[in-house]
């Protein structure tokens, strides 16, 4: 009977212990982690808009924990929020963490965050300038993957971080987006897989955006679509690929007919002396 007494006991003592590893301050949910480290997420996405400030700390029954991981799909699926800052301490983005916050225009990753997982940022369709610490030490598929409106990714690791194929999803029509890169380290990230797809740039100096001095139209398209470029920029060729990324049509000529191609999206490739242009094209 007292054997019986223990262990009934042990497992109430074991079945309190955890559940009190998580608590909520009306606001977020936390998971201690280990020690006073914990995790966090949104208890709901309704009560989250606009600017978000993620707190570093939070105090519970007299215990001030640091928050230094952000939830899987902690704080996912959010149309409502615009602008997200990461707290100092922060080590960890986990998987979906930011996923298909839609209207998400600006985050801010901070110094010390190492691991960044799958779809952490996936479909954040808004965001356009994208800055990467560099103790950053690895980061998952799809993690930038999605990200329609972004313009700049700004890295500053000495030697190219390896990545996977598919971080920032097709890498093939990332070719459009400029890289920011430290003084010395051109070459380097020009001749790195995935971080040659772009547009290697140097910190710090002026930066050249293709993006303006490029002119494509009609789009959408129902016959020939002409390209017009800026005075200095020289072009060398256009090629157009389908929506399986396979080589349709390929041109030296600044205008191309396209009239018998089905209607659909396609991908216009331009090569310039000033470095490639990635647009998606649509076949009436």
């Known amino acids: 009977m007292k054997i019986k007494l223990l262990f009934f ?13 998580t608590f909520n301050d009306g606001l977020y949910e936390y998971t201690v982690l280990s020690g006073t480290d914990v995790s966090i997420k949104a208890l709901s996405t309704a009560f989250i808009s606009g600017t978000l400030n993620i707190p570093g700390t939070v105090v519970n029954g007299g215990i001030m924990y640091n928050v230094t991981t952000i939830a899987k799909f902690g704080f996912a699926n959010n149309s409502n929020i615009t602008e997200i800052t990461i707290p100092v301490g922060v080590t960890t983005i986990l998987s979906g963490a930011f996923g298909n916050c839609e209207n998400l225009f600006e985050v801010t990753i901070p110094n010390g965050v190492t691991t960044i997982e799958k ?18 030490t690895y980061i998952g598929e799809n993690a930038f993957a999605n990200l329609d409106s972004l313009e700049t990714v700004t890295v500053s690791w ?9 971080v920032f999803g097709e890498s093939k029509w990332t070719g459009n987006i400029e890289l920011i ?12 897989p995935i971080w040659e797809d ?3 740039l140097i910190l710090g100096k002026s930066t050249f955006n293709i993006t303006k001095a490029v002119q494509i139209y009609p789009n959408p398209v129902k016959d020939v679509l002409a390209m017009e470029l800026n005075q200095g920029i020289q072009f060398k060729q256009a090629r157009l690929f389908n929506n399986l990324g396979q ?5 030296e000529n600044l205008s191309t007919n396209i009239s018998t191609l089905k209607s659909g999206l396609y991908i216009l490739e331009i090569e310039t002396n000033k470095g490639k242009l990635i647009k998606k094209i649509v076949k009436q």
Do not use: R
Request: proline share 7%; hydrophobic share 45%; aromatic share 6%.
């Open 9 to 21: 006991i042990t497992l109430f003592s074991i079945s309190i212990s955890q559940a009190q590893t």
């Open 119 to 136: 779809d952490a940022f996936n479909l954040c369709m808004k965001i356009k300038d994208l800055v990467i610490p560099n103790t950053v």
């Open 158 to 166: 000495p030697v190219p971080l390896v990545l996977a194929t598919d």
């Open 181 to 192: 890169v430290l003084n010395g380290t051109h070459d380097a990230y020009s001749n790195a």
């Open 198 to 200: 772009f547009n290697p």
């Open 247 to 251: 080589l349709i049509q390929q041109s």
